[in-house]
């Protein structure tokens, strides 16, 4: 039987079984336990309760010779199902590659209205900014990070001291904006001038990842097509992406519905990322594709390049039990292999939905499996839900009244 066939307790069982998790986070699923009172009011402000999203897990996901489940959190069962997908005709092919990168993030200290003496005061007091701002945060140093490079730029009446911080494992939001607010206090001690704010960027341009994947032409073919033909295919949309701003939006949404996915697991921001990814996209003056595929040596080549801001220790990541026991799942060391999972899913994701744009279409398989939570919608509860998902598949007609007449003639016989 397959994964995705088996009821919630015989999944628990296969990952208990194959020692993703123990006994005691078993049971954690198993009691659908939500987060404390306690804890949420720590998170949030005017708190009233939980919202909760479905958690689940995507498998055959090969990154570095390593295999993996990847917990996902999302509204959306066709998400898993074609993360899932993707990465299985990649791991059939030999599986992805990834080139992580440290975790850099730059902040800005900008001062307002400083004349050119001050100025060039700034730069003759570089070492001894960069010594203190190096010396702010010392349990940042003694796990291995720290100020890696300061600049003075100007832009106009401003003027900002530019500061590029490895934080490690860590997001870092907090970290980077604790050594900023004491590194802006020190400068104005240096120069007497006004500092307008301090503030992280998350620009992402100090973490972008590079992750490839072949695929084999017998890894795509349908009823209808050859494997070569639907590469081909692949390959056209993707170049017309890289033309069509409007297809390149929606090429890279697809990409993010796994990304985001898994941030919201792992306790990550997902915000952050949305805003560093999309500026990347845009870097050279037209939006692009974070992915692009064309053909080589009778393989199909698909290469993603984009930041992907996250940590694997630090703030809501440490506060959250489903956080920790998505990584304890994945059985993440640091936040480079979390990075490499993370860029993995999103390349999956995309290589499933261009797949299916090019072949059946998008709807066939989407709405094949929302056809479950329209049941649900309908009323149905229970072995209903199953019976009537199953019937909206047989007649293709996916709307809600028509759930609601098969409920209707479920409940009547």
């Known amino acids: 039987m397959k994964i995705y066939e088996l009821t919630l307790e015989q999944r628990i069982?296969?990952?208990?079984?194959?020692?993703?998790?123990?006994?005691?986070?078993?049971?954690?699923?198993?009691?659908?336990?939500?987060?404390?009172?306690?804890?949420?009011?720590?998170l949030s402000e005017n708190q009233i309760g939980s919202f909760s999203l479905p958690y689940g897990f995507a498998t055959d996901f090969l990154v570095n010779g390593k295999d993996y489940l990847v917990p996902m959190t999302i509204e959306e069962p066709s998400v898993?199902?074609?993360?899932?997908?993707?990465?299985?005709?990649?791991?059939?092919?030999?599986?992805?590659?990834?080139?992580?990168?440290?975790?850099?993030?730059?902040?800005?200290?900008?001062?307002?209205?400083?004349?050119?003496?001050?100025?060039?005061?700034?730069?003759?007091?570089?070492?001894?900014?960069?010594?203190?701002?190096?010396?702010?945060?010392?349990?940042?140093?003694?796990?291995?990070?720290?100020?890696?490079?300061?600049?003075?730029?100007?832009?106009?009446?401003?003027?900002?001291?530019?500061?590029?911080?490895?934080?490690?494992?860590?997001?870092?939001?907090?970290?980077?904006?604790?050594?900023l607010e004491k590194t802006a206090h020190k400068i104005v001690e240096l120069t007497n001038d006004d500092v307008l704010c301090s503030i992280l960027s998350n620009s992402g341009q100090g973490q972008v990842i590079t992750v490839e994947a072949r695929v084999d032409f017998a890894q795509l073919g349908t009823k209808d097509m050859t494997g070569e033909q639907v590469a081909n295919r692949i390959v056209q949309l993707s170049s017309f992406a890289q033309k069509s701003v409007k297809r390149a939006i929606t090429h890279n949404k697809g990409i993010m519905n796994g990304i985001d996915a898994v941030l919201l697991a792992t306790g990550n921001d997902f915000r952050a990322q949305e805003a560093a990814a999309h500026s990347f996209a845009f870097e050279s003056g037209q939006y692009q594709p974070f992915s692009e595929w064309h053909i080589e040596d009778a393989q199909l080549v698909g290469t993603l390049k984009m930041p992907i801001e996250l940590g694997s220790v630090g703030g809501a990541i440490r506060a959250l039990p489903m956080a920790q026991l998505s990584l304890a799942i994945m059985k993440i060391k640091d936040s480079q292999e979390l990075q490499s999972v993370v860029g993995a899913v999103g390349l999956a994701?995309?290589?499933?939905?261009?797949?299916?744009?090019?072949?059946?279409?998008?709807?066939?398989?989407?709405?094949?499996?929302?056809?479950?939570?329209?049941?649900?919608?309908?009323?149905?509860?229970?072995?209903?839900i199953h019976a009537v998902a199953e019937k909206l598949n047989q007649t293709k007609d996916y709307t809600i009244k028509n759930a609601e007449n098969i409920l209707k003639e479920l409940r009547e016989k």
């Open 349 to 384: 994701n995309n290589l499933s939905a261009i797949r299916a744009l090019v072949t059946t279409g998008i709807q066939t398989g989407h709405m094949g499996l929302q056809s479950k939570s329209l049941a649900v919608s309908a009323g149905a509860v229970g072995s209903e």
């Open 13 to 42: 069982k296969y990952l208990l079984e194959n020692e993703y998790i123990d006994q005691r986070q078993a049971d954690s699923l198993l009691k659908r336990q939500t987060i404390s009172k306690d804890l949420a009011d720590s």
């Open 80 to 179: 898993i199902a074609a993360a899932s997908n993707g990465a299985k005709r990649i791991k059939h092919s030999g599986g992805f590659k990834t080139f992580p990168s440290k975790r850099i993030v730059y902040g800005q200290i900008v001062l307002e209205k400083i004349t050119d003496i001050d100025f060039e005061q700034l730069e003759q007091n570089s070492s001894e900014i960069f010594n203190f701002a190096q010396n702010a945060h010392p349990s940042l140093l003694r796990r291995g990070g720290g100020i890696v490079s300061l600049k003075f730029n100007r832009y106009d009446e401003f003027t900002e001291i530019e500061l590029g911080i490895d934080t490690v494992d860590a997001m870092g939001a907090n970290m980077v904006n604790t050594i």
